[in-house]
C-alpha cells in the first residue's frame, strides 16, 4: 500500500490523512482552487522526497509539490487532480553558512523571510522581497520564477539562482549546488527548473546569488499622479535624473481607497506612484520637481516613516481579499504600452477592476471582483487577449499554473510549446508530476 511506503520513508506523522489535517493543504491562497489529496506528505531530507516520488511513480499516483501555498493560480494544490499525492517541502527549510562568494545553499522548503535574516547576519542582502515573505518558500520562488519588489533592482527569481538541487519523477536525485559560480559544462539543468513549476522535478535545496545590502540611507516618496501615462513619464524622469532606483511601484486609486489607511494625501489622485531611491529625501525632492507639474508627493527618510508609506504598496493584496474572492490575473505589458492598457482592463473585464503592480515592468496585477461563477472565463479569456494583443505576457511573476494553462498558446508560439511539452516527456515520461500545471 501506498500510504505504508511513505510512512517507512518519512515517518508516520508526516504522512497526513486526516481530512482536517489536510484541508490547508488542498485550497490555494485565493480561495478558488482546492482538490482533495490522497494523503499530504513532509518529508525532510532530499533523500526522503527522491524516494517519496518513486515510490509514487511504481504505485502510479500523481504528485503535487507545494512550498509555502501562497500561490495565485492553483499550481501547488490538487485542484482536478483528486487522490493525488501533495509533496510539502516545508521541512526542507536548512540553511547553510553563506560562503566566501557571496552565495548561500538554502533548501527549498525556506522561506524567503529566513534566508533575507540569514543573508543579513552575514552582510549581505537577499535580493527577492515581497509581501508573503514570511510563508513563501525560496523552492516555490524558483519554481514559477517569482519576482516581487526589488526586480528592478536584483531581477526575478531567475536572476537569483545559480544550482540547484532536484528529485526527478522516477527517484534519482540530480545535484548542482556545489562549484564554482563559472561553470559551462552543458545543459543548464538548475535553471530549466526555473519556471517549470514543480513540472519537471521537485526541489529540494537552491543555492541562491546573494546582493550587497542597500545602504541605509534610502528615501521613499508616494506620489499621487494624473493617470498612468503621468506614471510611467515621472519614472522616466527620475531614471534620466540620476536616481538609484531600488524600487518603482504603481497603485490604482481604487486599490488605495481599498485600504484601511489615512489618505496619505490632501486631494485624491487617480494612480500613485511609490519609489524607493538610494539618497536622501532632499535629493530625491529635486528629482521629483520637475516631473511634478501635475501631482502631489509625500516624502520619508526615516526606516519607521519609509515603512510607513510602503504600507500603501504592501496592504494591497489584503485588503482585496477583504472585499471578495477576487480572480487575480498577474500580466505585464511593454512599458509604452502600458497606460491604454490600464485604461482598457475594466471596460474589457466588464467587472469591478483593482490594479496595481510593479512600474518599471509594466507589471500589472489585475484582480477582478464580483464576478459571477458563470461569468469568470469569459472574463479572463478577455483580459488575456487584450494583454496579449499588446505584445505581453499573461503571466508576469506568478506563474501559469493551473489557471492560465489553457491561455498558454496566446503569448508562447507552437514550436516553443512542442519544445516544452519534449523536455517534460524526458524527465517525466509517465506525467504523475503536477499534471494540468502549465501544459494541458
Not at 86 to 106: N, Y
Not at 117 to 146: L, Y
Not at 219 to 238: D, I, T, Y
Not at 342 to 351: D, E, I, M, N, S
Request: proline residues 6%; negative net charge; aromatic residues 4%.
Amino acid at each position: 500500500m501506498l500510504e505504508s511506503a511513505l510512512c517507512s520513508v518519512v515517518g508516520a506523522e508526516h504522512v497526513l490523512t486526516d481530512p482536517d489535517l489536510k484541508a490547508s493543504a488542498e485550497v490555494d491562497w485565493t480561495g478558488r482552487w482546492r482538490g482533495t489529496a490522497r494523503a499530504v506528505v513532509r518529508p525532510g531530507a532530499p533523500g526522503e522526497v527522491a524516494a517519496v516520488l518513486a515510490a509514487c511513480a511504481a504505485a502510479g499516483v500523481p504528485v503535487v509539490p507545494q512550498g509555502g501555498n501562497t500561490g495565485l493560480v492553483g499550481g501547488g494544490v490538487p485542484a482536478g487532480v483528486d487522490g493525488a499525492v501533495v509533496l510539502s517541502t516545508r521541512r526542507l527549510s536548512g540553511l547553510a553558512p553563506v560562503a566566501a562568494d557571496g552565495t548561500v545553499v538554502a533548501g527549498a522548503g525556506a522561506t524567503i523571510a529566513a534566508v533575507q535574516a540569514h543573508a543579513a547576519a552575514a552582510g549581505w542582502q537577499f535580493g527577492m522581497d515581497w509581501a508573503a515573505r514570511d510563508s513563501a518558500t525560496v523552492g516555490g520562488a524558483i519554481a514559477t520564477n517569482a519576482g516581487g519588489l526589488r526586480v528592478l533592482r536584483w531581477g526575478p527569481a531567475r536572476a537569483q539562482l545559480i544550482g540547484a538541487e532536484l528529485a526527478l519523477a522516477g527517484g534519482e536525485l540530480l545535484s548542482r549546488v556545489d562549484g564554482p559560480v563559472k561553470d559551462s559544462t552543458g545543459f543548464d539543468l538548475s535553471g530549466l527548473l526555473c519556471g517549470s513549476e514543480g513540472t519537471l522535478g521537485v526541489l529540494t535545496r537552491v543555492r541562491l546569488r546573494l546582493v550587497p545590502p542597500l545602504p541605509a540611507g534610502r528615501a521613499v516618496a508616494l506620489v499621487g499622479v494624473p493617470g498612468v501615462a503621468a506614471a510611467v513619464a515621472l519614472l522616466g524622469a527620475v531614471r534620466r535624473a540620476g536616481a538609484d532606483l531600488a524600487a518603482a511601484e504603481l497603485i490604482g486609486d481604487a486599490a488605495l481607497g481599498l485600504l484601511d489607511l489615512p489618505a496619505p494625501l490632501p486631494d485624491r489622485w487617480p494612480a500613485y506612484v511609490l519609489l524607493e531611491v538610494v539618497g536622501g529625501a532632499d535629493e530625491l525632492a529635486g528629482m521629483l520637481a520637475p516631473a511634478l507639474d501635475e501631482g502631489d508627493a509625500v516624502l520619508a527618510a526615516e526606516p519607521g516613516d519609509r515603512a510607513r508609506l510602503w504600507r500603501y504598496r504592501e496592504d494591497v493584496t489584503e485588503s482585496i481579499s477583504r472585499s471578495g474572492v477576487p480572480v487575480k490575473l498577474d500580466v505585464s505589458v511593454p512599458l509604452d504600452r502600458l497606460a491604454g492598457t490600464w485604461a482598457a482592463l475594466p471596460g474589457t473585464a466588464g467587472t469591478r477592476t483593482v490594479l496595481f503592480g510593479h512600474l518599471a515592468e509594466g507589471n500589472v496585477h489585475v484582480n477582478l471582483l464580483d464576478l459571477a461563477p458563470a461569468e469568470e472565463t469569459g472574463a479572463v479569456d478577455r483580459v488575456l487577449r487584450l494583454v496579449a494583443g499588446a505584445g505581453g505576457s499573461i503571466s508576469a511573476e506568478h506563474g501559469i499554473g493551473r489557471a492560465k494553462a489553457p491561455w498558454l498558446p496566446l503569448t508562447r508560439s507552437a514550436a516553443e510549446l512542442a519544445a516544452m511539452r519534449a523536455i517534460k516527456n524526458a524527465l517525466d515520461p509517465t506525467g504523475i508530476l503536477n499534471p494540468g500545471v502549465l501544459l494541458t
